[in-house]
């Protein structure tokens, strides 16, 4: 499993603001669902993207085909797609990297490529692979250690990504 330092994710999740997530579903059982719910209520504006489901809305979202349809701008495109379907997404975002603004390609939990991984970094972009932005914000913030789960920190000091009310703080 790729390893990033925890500052090197918190930049990621500070600096990010809008995410384009790829794989989205509707399905309110699915882990897309529950990270873009998530996301979503931490202040991220997403753009769910998923063919099937295009011109319909999740959480309020309206759903695009490709990340060609996507309104720019996109801070973060978030791979809910087999390791397998990564180079494509990748290349197709980095067709609409310049006009997006793109700065990170994430690849969630199970999503390993190589390949995307090489393309997205050639082009300049932080890659984040087998990692889950939902589950990073909530180990960060501490809120995933509430429920339990270590999130190998030993102290009770929210971390600096945050503030006292639990919000993000972003650059800019």
Known sequence: MPTYSDDFIKSILRSTKTIAMVGASANQMRPSFFAMKYLHEKGFHIHPVNPAAAGS??????????????????????????????????REALAE???????????????????????????????????????????????IGWMGVNRRVIDNRKPLLFSKGGSLKRDG
């Open 57 to 90: 809305t999740i959480l309020g979202r309206t759903v695009y085909a490709s990340l060609k349809d996507v309104p720019a701008p996109v801070d973060m495109v978030d791979i809910f797609r087999g390791s397998d379907a990564a180079p494509g997404i990748v």
């Open 97 to 143: 990297k310049d006009r997006f603004g793109l700065k990170t390609i994430w690849m969630q939990l199970g999503v390993i490529s190589e390949e995307a991984a090489a393309l997205a970094r050639e082009a300049g972009l932080d890659v984040v692979m087998d990692r889950c932005p939902k589950i990073e914000y909530g180990r960060l913030s501490g809120e």
